[in-house]
């Protein structure tokens, strides 16, 4: 009877869409890698382990007690802080960048694991600092709290990640009852920021970015601001645009993505896979992988408004707002709405690290949503 009851709660709406995504990233990625030319099928059978794992990780999740851990909150935050660090001492460098570990034949990105570890620790930090959320000094401790793992994570460097954990820590304040007036100063003060960096990158002889930032991110604003300037720098977003706008409405067909299977498109099973979709399967393939994943965000959402309590669903909110921001990140990307980064596409690109985060965070949402949804008469959604 237990048992009845457990299945009938769970969100079989939220895991069908999941592995819908999941199964049709293995398709993708077996295109990008072009096993159909004879290439080694190795990555794909990776990415149906990777997801394999993933599972096992998502039933776990859906089953701990979330709230007993809670109340370790500091030693795990402090577990991911020593991870972090020990990507810069002992980390595996590719493509100018350190942000692997190497455990006999599995590399792992710590970088990927900080997002859900710092969803669920600020959710804790914020929920026993809520009395006093809009208090100076818990702002700037919580500004601390989350600014250590991003400066580490910064070092790497792994913009991406960075940027995931800015987009976390303001959702889940925002969530949490952050005055308005307090999110009015801050955009007062960033937007100007904002808008001087981008003239000054823009200018012949910049006076400050170019000292700021380091000289690939740089670049990369610099292909956004100006793609005229350095045809170099744009190369990889005009490579992706060429690609989506090729395969238009129904795509080329499976395997017949002709910038693909030439390996002009960059990194094609991960940061730019949503250049693969559009290509091979048109417009109407880009809409229906946005679609499941917008049902996804649109299920956190559900189960964040229906939660019991402020920690929960601040932890459902955060990794809402993670699906939804790396989503809008990699499509920006990939049609050059933004500046390059390199942001994986939730559930279909290609690496191990990113599929066990976000299915660890599909986990707590199943088990927040058994646990702690309101019924029909209290007023829930679900």
Known sequence: MEIKKYIQNLDWWLVGAVFLLALFGLVCIASATRINLGESPSNVIKQGVF?????????????????????????????????????????????????????GPLTIQPSEFAKVIMIFCLARVITLKQKILNDLQTIAYLCVFTGIPLVLIQKQPALSASLV?????????????????????VLVVIVPIVALILFDVSRENPLFTDKVFAQHQFNRILSFVDPSRDASLYYQTEKSISAIGSGQLTGKGLFEGTLNQLSYLPEPHNDFIFSVIGEEF?????????????FIVFRCILIAISARDTFSQ????????????????????????LPNTGMSLPFVSYGGSSMWTNMVAIGLMLNIRKKETKSLFEGGLL
């Open 282 to 294: 048109g417009f109407f393939g880009c809409i229906f992988v946005l679609a499941v994943l917008l």
């Open 314 to 337: 601040l932890v459902a909110a955060g990794i809402a707002g993670m699906f939804a921001f790396q989503t809008f990140v990699n499509a920006g990307v990939a049609t050059g709405i």
């Open 51 to 103: 997801l394999l794992i993933g599972v096992g990780l998502m039933i776990a999740a859906a089953n701990v007690d979330y709230e007993y851990f809670a109340q370790f909150h500091i030693p795990i935050y402090i577990a991911n802080i020593l991870l972090l660090v020990a990507v810069l001492l002992i980390g595996t460098d590719s493509k100018g960048a350190t942000r692997w570990i190497a455990i």
């Open 165 to 185: 954990l800015v987009a976390i820590f303001c959702i889940e304040l925002f969530i949490a009852g952050l005055d308005w007036k307090i999110i009015r100063n």
